[in-house]
C-alpha cells in the first residue's frame, strides 16, 4: 500500500510535463472524432453477392450462416430489401440443374442467372445486377474452364485450357448482357479474359457494357464456403495454374496492367481482409480505377463463427473489418455482410 501511494506521489509529481502535441484532444468527444475521420462506410459501397437456384423457396448455406440459395423469386424479394437498405449494387452466382463438362446452362438463355437478370431488372430497374462470368458453377468437374483431355499432348492432362475457355466465357458475357445484366465480372483468371469478353460484347452491340474485371484473385482457402454454396468445388486437383499464389504482390500489379490495357472497367482483389496491403499497392499504382474489394465468404463466416460463439462482436467487428477494407483503398465492397452492415449504418 505504502508502496501504491508511493508511486502514484511520483506519477502525479512528473504529469504537469507541458505536451504540446497530444493527439488524444481530438478524440475527447464523439462529435470531435466524427469530425475528424478519414473514412466513412455508407451502403452505397456495397455489392451484395446473391446466389439463385432452381425450384422455389430458400436454403440457408450451412458454412455462411444468414445468406442463402435463393429461387428467383426469393432473389427478387432479397434484391429489394436490400435497394430499400441503400445498396445499388449485386453480384449473380448460379447454380443449375445440370452440370455439363463445358457448362451449357451458363450462356443459355433459361440458365438460372439469366432469369433472375431479367426477374430482378423488372423489378428493380435502377438496381445494378452484375454477373459472375465464370465456368465452375455450371461444370461437372468443377473446374473454371476447358479441361484438357489429351488433345494438348504439350500441357498437363486435366489442365484448364486457357483459349478454348474464352470462347466459352464470351458466350456466357453475351448471354448475361441480353438477359439485361448492367456489369460483367469473369473472375476465373485466364489469360485474355477481359479482351476476349470485351470483343464478344463489343461485336454484338453491347459496346456500353463495363466489365469489372476479378484481376487479381489469389489460389485461396477463404473460398471453402462460397464453394458450398454454389457448389462448386474441383473434383480434382486445385485452381493454382490459374488463380494466384498468395505469396506474391509484383505480379497482382502486372496483372492489373494488363486487365486495364485489355480494357477492364474497374478492377478487383480478392480476397480482402489477408491482402489488404495488395488493395494498397492497387489503388497506388492505378488511381484512375475504381476498385473493389471482395470480402470473400471465408472471411465473412469466420466472423460469424466466433459471433456465434460468444468470442467477437459481430457488429463491431464487422464495421471494423468493412472500414479497414476502405481504408487500404477500395471503393467498392462485395460482402455479405451487405444487408447487416446497411442496416446497423442507417441506425
Ligand atoms: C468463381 C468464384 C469463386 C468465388 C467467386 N467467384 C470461387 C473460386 O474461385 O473457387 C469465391 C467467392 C467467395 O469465396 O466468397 N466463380
Known sequence: MALLE????????TSNTTLSRRLRRLRTTPALRAMVRETELNARDFIYPLFVRHGSGRNEIRSMPGIFQLSVEEAVYEAQSAFNLGIPALMLFGIPAAKDSIGLENFSNQGIVQQAIRAIKQAIPEMIVMTDVCMCEYTDHGHCGVINTGNHPNLPQEYVLNDETLDILGKV????AEAGADVVAPSGMIDGMVSGIRSALDSTGFEHLPILSYSVKYA???????????ESPPQFGDRKTHQMD???VREALRETA???????????????????????RVRQAHPELPLVAYNVSGEYSMIKAAAANGWIDERKATLEALIGIKRAGADMIITYHAMDAARWLSQ
Open 258 to 280: 494488363l486487365d486495364i490495357t485489355e480494357g477492364a472497367d474497374m478492377l478487383m482483389v480478392k480476397p480482402a481482409l489477408p491482402y489488404l496491403d495488395v488493395l494498397y
Open 220 to 230: 485461396s482457402a477463404f473460398y471453402g464456403p462460397f464453394r458450398d454454396a454454389a
Open 173 to 176: 458475357a453475351i448471354s448475361h
Open 6 to 13: 508511493l508511486g502514484l506521489q511520483n506519477i502525479l509529481q
Open 246 to 248: 498468395p505469396a506474391n
